[in-house]
């Protein structure tokens, strides 16, 4: 086995050429980021979906035999859980129709009890 002598071990630093890489870190970092996201999506999509079969299971299952009233009102407490679940798992679709009705709700409101007439629009005759 040949000796390593002082002069190899200095020159160490200037015989290392390490291989470039294709490409620059932040760039994998930026794909591997993306690639995160978009799987986060796809499994709360994928969690959506099963708890909307679940709920619908169970509708299907217990309001059989119910009367029309129970029935609505199960119905509609079963819509607005899936609302629920859908804004906690940032499903887009909800997501954004939840915001949209809940900034028209937030400006009917604030009419409402501020008495303001909105300059934007003209008032039909």
């Known amino acids: 086995m040949p000796e390593i002598t002082e002069t190899d071990r200095a020159n160490d630093l200037d ?3 390490p291989s470039i890489s294709e490409y620059r870190i932040d760039d994998k970092a930026a794909a591997l980021e993306a690639d995160l996201v978009e799987r986060k999506a796809q499994y709360n999509k994928e969690r959506f979906c099963y708890h ?3 709920v619908a299971l169970f509708n299907m299952l217990m309001l059989g ?3 029309s009233a129970v029935a609505t009102l199960s119905l509609i ?4 859980l899936l609302i629920g679940i859908g804004k906690w798992l940032d499903f887009p679709f909800i997501h954004d129709r939840l915001d949209k009705w809940e900034r028209l709700f937030f400006r009917a409101f604030e009419k409402k009890t501020t008495n303001k007439i909105d300059i934007d629009t003209e008032p039909m005759v």
């Open 65 to 67: 035999g119910q009367s």
């Open 77 to 80: 407490a079963s819509l607005i």
């Open 15 to 17: 015989n290392f050429t």
């Open 52 to 54: 909307f079969i679940i």
